[in-house]
T-cell receptor
Framework: DTGVSQDPRHKITKRGQNVTFRCDPI?????LYWYRQTLGQGPEFLTY????????KSRLLSDRFSAERPKGSFSTLEIQRTEQGDSAMYLC????????????FGEGSWLTVV | TQLLEQSPQFLSIQEGENLTVYCNSS?????LQWYRQEPGEGPVLLVT?????EVKKLKRLTFQFGDARKDSSLHITAAQPGDTGLYLC?????????????FGTGTRLQVTL
């Protein structure tokens, strides 16, 4: 399978704990994105990388959130001191730079904070 | 802030019927994508349209990008139960990060036998 892969697919955590999600993009794609989707809503942009550089962050990405893409390949999204409002699906996507604005999503990582 | 409004929000139809989903905005977009999403899964790209007035067909699905690049429509002919899902439109901004998409809230389609 050469699509975008995310791990874990599901995570249940207690409020206050830290969680980390991993994303492996399509191999030739140099752009990587993180989106968040809550029930009944469309995905909302969080941040994106071009190679290893994080070029833009949404205001949705509070100080408790950090994303990295150290070698320009896989990326991690860490949420510290989780809150119940963080419960959502975290979607990773990748693209070839500026190719028709087309991005390809992974299957998502569901987070439930209890 | 760019907003995309989709209508209807929910649609329940019988197999064989036709339907149209609309995606509207007051903003101009450089491109418009349509995705379908199954419960618990990520969105799957159906089509990208980039030229005002462009029409693309994908089997029983017809996509149109408005002349002014502010709106789009998805028409499904002879719907089948396999078409059931959440349909999302997403716009790429003019002059901004090319792939930073703004998503609509989605249209949930259910096709019954």
């Amino acid at each position: 399978d050469t699509g975008v892969s995310q791990d874990p697919r599901h995570k249940i955590t207690k409020r206050g704990q830290n969680v980390t999600f991993r994303c492996d993009p399509i191999s030739e794609h140099n752009r990587l994105y993180w989106y968040r989707q809550t029930l009944g809503q469309g995905p909302e942009f969080l941040t994106y990388f071009q190679n290893e550089a994080q070029l833009e962050k949404s205001r949705l990405l509070s100080d408790r959130f950090s994303a990295e893409r150290p070698k320009g390949s896989f990326s991690t999204l860490e949420i510290q001191r989780t809150e119940q409002g963080d419960s959502a699906m975290y979607l990773c996507a990748s693209s070839v730079r500026d190719y028709g604005n087309t991005i390809y999503f992974g299957e998502g990582s569901w987070l439930t904070v209890v | 802030t760019q907003l995309l409004e989709q209508s209807p929000q929910f649609l329940s139809i019988q197999e064989g019927e036709n339907l149209t989903v609309y995606c509207n905005s007051s903003s101009v977009f450089s491109s418009l994508q349509w995705y379908r999403q199954e419960p618990g899964e990520g969105p799957v790209l159906l089509v990208t349209v980039v030229t005002g007035g462009e029409v693309k067909k994908l089997k029983r699905l017809t996509f149109q990008f408005g002349d002014a690049r502010k709106d789009s429509s998805l028409h499904i002919t002879a719907a089948q139960p396999g078409d059931t899902g959440l349909y999302l439109c997403a716009g790429g901004p003019m002059g901004g990060t090319a792939s930073k998409l703004t998503f609509g809230t989605g249209t949930r389609l259910q096709v019954t036998l």
